[in-house]
């Protein structure tokens, strides 16, 4: 069992950055591959980044490939995300999640965080 809590979510203008968060705690932090999805209003949740159990390996959508950086501290059981050159349309509720995989399938991670809300303005 795994529990995820967000932070570091806000309003921010369009070309600024700011970096999430995902604290976790629970058993066995750096045996979980972990990702980032994002949801915005009426839309399906989306896949943003993800990460391997050592950090070997990362993964983009291609809508924030080249913007985005995940990265993971094993010792501190936290997971982040570095958000450059933001734009409007990154705007949504951000996720982490953890999964036993390394996946950017929705349907492949068991556990979730409460959400943190990013706002973009133009």
């Known amino acids: 069992q795994v529990q995820l809590v967000e932070s570091g979510g806000g309003l921010v203008q369009a070309g600024g950055s700011l970096r999430l968060f995902c604290a976790a705690s629970?058993?066995?932090?750096?045996?979980?591959?972990l990702g980032w999805f994002r949801q915005a209003p009426g839309k399906e949740r989306e896949f943003v980044a993800a990460?391997?159990?050592?950090?070997?390996?990362?993964d983009y959508a291609d809508s924030v490939k080249g913007r985005f950086i995940i990265s993971r501290d094993n010792v501190k059981n936290t997971v982040y995300l570095q958000m450059n050159s933001l734009k409007p349309e990154d705007t949504a509720l951000y996720y982490c999640?953890?999964?036993?995989?390394?996946?950017?399938?929705?349907?492949?991670?068991?556990?979730w965080g409460q959400g943190t809300q990013v706002t973009v303005s133009s």
């Open positions: 629970g058993r066995a932090f750096s045996s979980y591959g």
């Open positions: 990460i391997r159990r050592n950090g070997g390996n990362t």
């Open positions: 999640a953890a999964s036993q995989y390394y996946s950017r399938l929705y349907g492949d991670y068991d556990y």
